[in-house]
Each structure stands twice: as C-alpha cells, then as structure tokens.
C-alpha cells in the first residue's frame, strides 16, 4: 500500500492540514460520536467551507468555518 507523504506527519498519522474528505470525515465522527459522512462535508464545501487548493480540508480552517457558521445562525 502506498502513503501520499503530503497527507501524513513524520510520525505517520493524518496530516490535520491536509485531510481528504474521506479521512476528515472518519476523523470528526470519531471524536465527536456523531454520524458525520462525507456527503455531509461535501455539502459543506459546495457551501463555501474552506479547501486546500488539492481537496483536501485543513481541519484547524474548517473548524473555524463551521464556527463562523453557527454564528450566523446556520
């Protein structure tokens, strides 16, 4: 199996600054025990959540979206 070195941190864990959608999505369910897909996060980017210049999510940004977000009342 093949590591995509952008998207792992020395130590070989997730790269939160570059997470794809899939691997993002997995994280975030996880920690916060909600079933949270990537669907959902795909739905949150045609929104205009924050995405790497390559798909992929910065999750310190996107946190910081959602945030903003729920400001607004979304």
């Given at each position: 199996m093949?590591?995509?070195?952008?998207?792992t941190t020395p130590g070989g864990g997730l790269n939160p600054a570059?997470?794809?959608?899939?691997?993002?999505?997995?994280?975030?369910a996880r920690a916060s025990g909600w079933p949270i897909t990537e669907a959902?996060?795909?739905a949150d980017l045609a929104a205009g959540a924050p995405a790497n210049a390559d798909g992929t999510i910065h999750l310190v940004h996107y946190a910081a979206w959602l945030v903003r977000e729920m400001g607004r009342g979304a």
């Open positions: 093949m590591v995509d070195a952008r998207n570059a997470l794809s959608v899939a691997e993002a999505a997995r994280l975030l959902m996060l795909q």
